[in-house]
């Protein structure tokens, strides 16, 4: 069945409530058209703090807004929680898991990326990923958890008379050094040393080993190469062990088995991990091989330069599933910014042509980059200006607050981290029940 707008003016389909496809539709709000945003949830995550969710410094609702709240007063568009399948391009509709289709005169395809496993898909399971806001809360979960256990084992051991408790043996593992797996593993190791010494009696959270593994030669390979060795001196200071040059070539729910990727070293290690997190890749939906237009080996899909597709110019493809090249004829990078502002283009160009005037060239203007590490910790880029430390954690701080919707979420957000900075307290730790644990290997140190 084929469900059509009621208005005959031009519709407007965008796919994906994420950063580039909300902003799409809320800067069509006075365009004469009708809007319909398709998201499998019901809600826009504001995902550069998902990490904090994770980490129980954020509830999900302090990043979390319902879409049809965030629109709830624009007259011209409603949103439809559904999943969507595939595109009839020829037929120009939109079709959902239910058999149900949508019409469009315009299509925004805005589907954002899940985490790769580069073939290995097996892994998940033992590795989850960091996308949507039950990623966080499993790792959330899977994190306190495991102090939960330590303290568990060492009350065992108390209750035993044995000669005193054992110390908690808690290694944590970050694969992927990028600006997630650098914020997660800081995070980590603040819970360790700050939050939990406090909370447990018989264990010392404090001798916990967190691991950030990266197969490139340095953390945040995006950044300049000054502050990659700031960012690394910084999570060295939390306790945070860095290991470069290495890739995981095995995993369980309990090992990691590292190979150094140093072409003068042959290094293989199995390292016993009582959590393990992924932080290492983005992959796109498969929903995108319907479309008209060729891919990049990631498989985003190419664009025009006003984000269109040549075979189809009525269809635009925007944030992380677009390859869509900067002013350096380099790609792109996935990141909130680059959506936003795709967002905005692709609703500019579409009102152009309904005025009858030419199309635009999506151009970006990069702000910055920025990775926070911690407590008064973080690296920032912007444009000429390099720095880390206090000036960049608060730069970073700012920033985010000032990209979160809604003036409420803004208030909480910045009286959390408030209570956070003074008190090392981290609230959002509750837990409904306590897995049974996987049993833990023994592993050598090297083999």
């Not at 264990?203 to 916990?208: A, C, F, G, L, S």
């Not at 030669?217 to 001196?233: G, I, M, N």
């Not at 880390?388 to 981290?417: D, K, N, P, Q, Y």
Request: aromatic fraction near 6%; include cysteine; charge should be neutral.
């Amino acid at each position: 069945m084929e469900r059509k707008l009621n208005s005959q003016r031009p519709r407007v389909v965008i796919v994906g409530g994420g950063f580039a496809g909300l902003k799409a539709a809320r800067e069509l709000s006075r365009a004469p058209v009708d809007v319909l945003l398709v998201d499998r949830t019901n809600h826009h995550v504001f995902q550069p703090l998902l990490y904090q969710v994770a980490a129980a410094a954020l509830s999900p609702r302090d990043i979390a807004r319902p879409l049809r709240d965030v629109l709830r007063r624009q007259r011209n568009a409603s949103v439809l929680m559904a999943e969507v399948v595939g595109f009839d391009v020829d037929q120009q509709r939109v079709l959902l898991s239910d058999g149900d289709a949508l019409a469009y005169d315009f299509l925004i395809v805005a589907v954002g990326a899940r985490h790769s496993y580069f073939g290995n898909d097996n892994w998940e399971s033992h590795a989850p990923g960091l996308k949507t806001i039950a990623d966080a809360l499993e790792l959330r979960s899977r994190i306190l958890l495991e102090f939960e256990r330590a303290e568990r084992n060492a009350t065992r051991a108390a209750l035993s008379d044995q000669s005193g408790p054992p110390e908690a043996s808690l290694t944590f593992v970050v694969v992927g050094a990028g600006p997630t797996g650098v914020e997660m593993a800081g995070a980590i190791a603040e819970i360790a040393h700050r939050t939990m010494r406090r909370n447990f009696r018989l264990i010392r959270p404090e001798m916990t080993r967190t691991l950030l593994v990266e197969a490139a030669d340095r953390v945040l390979p995006p950044f300049p190469e000054e502050l990659s060795v700031k960012a690394q001196r910084q999570l060295e200071d939390l306790g945070v062990e860095v290991r470069c040059s290495t890739r995981v070539v095995e995993m369980s729910d309990n090992s990691v088995r590292l190979v150094a990727t140093d072409a003068t070293s042959t290094e293989d290690e199995k390292v016993a991990a009582s959590c393990i997190i992924w932080a290492a890749g983005n992959e796109v939906s498969s929903i995108l091989a319907d479309l008209p237009a060729d891919r990049d080996r990631s498989g985003r899909v190419t664009v025009a330069p006003d984000l269109s597709l040549p075979a189809a110019p009525n269809v635009f493809v925007l944030g992380d599933a677009a390859a869509c090249a900067g002013a350096d004829g380099k790609p792109l990078p996935g990141l909130a910014p680059v959506a936003t502002q795709q967002g905005s283009a692709a609703a500019d160009n579409i009102r152009r042509d309904l005025k009858g005037r030419s199309r635009k060239a999506f151009s970006y203007w990069d702000r910055g980059s920025m990775a926070t590490i911690g407590k008064a910790r973080a690296v920032a880029w912007m444009g000429s200006l390099r720095f880390g430390g206090l000036l960049a954690w608060l730069a970073w701080s700012l920033i985010h607050i000032l990209f979160l919707i809604g003036f409420r979420t803004r208030v909480v957000v910045m009286l959390e981290w408030l209570y956070l900075y003074l008190f090392n307290r981290r609230d959002a730790r509750l837990l409904h029940s306590l897995r049974e644990p996987h049993p833990t290997p023994d592993c050598d140190s090297e083999t």
